[in-house]
Structure formats: structure tokens, C-alpha cells
């Protein structure tokens, strides 16, 4: 039996430290929102191929500007980790404060969904 063991070269894990747990369960209210949204985006398509009147014309909006705010967010995440004048700490300390920002937006935008669907 032979046993091999790989040294990884510096920097290959130091791309992105683990977070824990916490981010897994705050990424779930956008990965929801994401998927509920592109089921929107498909009903909206299907609906307009077949001539028929789309009922969550409101509802698509709201997700629309959801979307919208959360791709805002995206990109100043993005310009955050480009600074280089800040440290390490700094720059997760603004990421973590968008990342929660963007899991309210998304938690708002379902609740919306779950009234108009009737669900609690």
C-alpha cells in the first residue's frame, strides 16, 4: 500500500480563507431568491410564447429590481477586494456588512413571493 502526499504551492490556498458555516447558511436566501427568480424569468417566457397573460407581472418586478441591487452589491464587493488600500480584515469586514445587505434584500423580495403565493 502506498501513501502520497502533495504539498500545495504557497498562495494556492490562501486565494480565499473558509468562513464557516455562517456563509453557507447565508448564501441560502440568495440562492432561493436566484432560483425563484429564473422559474419567474422561465413562466414569464413560456406565458409570452404561448400568447396567454402572465399573472406575476408585479411579482417579476419586484425581483427584477432585486436582482438589480444585488448585482449593485456584486460589483462593489468586486471593488472592494481590487483595493489595495485596504487590509485584509477591513475588506472582509465590508464584504461580510454587503453580504448581509444583500441576504436582507433577498429575504425581503421572498417575502413578497410567499404572500402573493399564500404561503406562510
Given at each position: 500500500?502506498?501513501?502520497?502526499?502533495?504539498?500545495a504551492?504557497?498562495g494556492?490556498?490562501?486565494?480565499?480563507?473558509?468562513?464557516?458555516?455562517?456563509?453557507?447558511?447565508k448564501r441560502?436566501?440568495?440562492?432561493?431568491?436566484?432560483?425563484?427568480h429564473?422559474?419567474?424569468l422561465?413562466?414569464?417566457?413560456?406565458?409570452?410564447?404561448?400568447?396567454?397573460?402572465?399573472?406575476?407581472?408585479?411579482l417579476l418586478?419586484?425581483?427584477?429590481?432585486?436582482?438589480?441591487?444585488?448585482?449593485?452589491?456584486?460589483?462593489?464587493?468586486?471593488d472592494?477586494?481590487?483595493?489595495?488600500?485596504?487590509?485584509?480584515?477591513?475588506?472582509?469586514?465590508l464584504?461580510?456588512?454587503?453580504?448581509?445587505?444583500?441576504?436582507?434584500?433577498?429575504?425581503?423580495?421572498?417575502?413578497?413571493?410567499?404572500?402573493?403565493?399564500?404561503?406562510?
Amino acid at each position: 500500500m502506498f501513501w502520497f502526499f502533495f504539498q500545495a504551492e504557497d498562495g494556492i490556498r490562501d486565494a480565499q480563507e473558509s468562513r464557516g458555516l455562517g456563509d453557507v447558511y447565508k448564501r441560502q436566501p440568495l440562492n432561493r431568491f436566484y432560483s425563484y427568480h429564473d422559474q419567474l424569468l422561465d413562466d414569464k417566457k413560456r406565458a409570452d410564447a404561448a400568447g396567454t397573460a402572465f399573472e406575476d407581472e408585479q411579482l417579476l418586478k419586484v425581483f427584477n429590481r432585486t436582482r438589480a441591487k444585488l448585482t449593485e452589491i456584486n460589483r462593489e464587493k468586486d471593488d472592494i477586494r481590487l483595493d489595495p488600500d485596504l487590509s485584509r480584515k477591513d475588506k472582509r469586514e465590508l464584504i461580510d456588512m454587503l453580504e448581509n445587505r444583500a441576504a436582507e434584500y433577498a429575504k425581503a423580495a421572498m417575502a413578497v413571493y410567499y404572500e402573493s403565493k399564500g404561503i406562510e
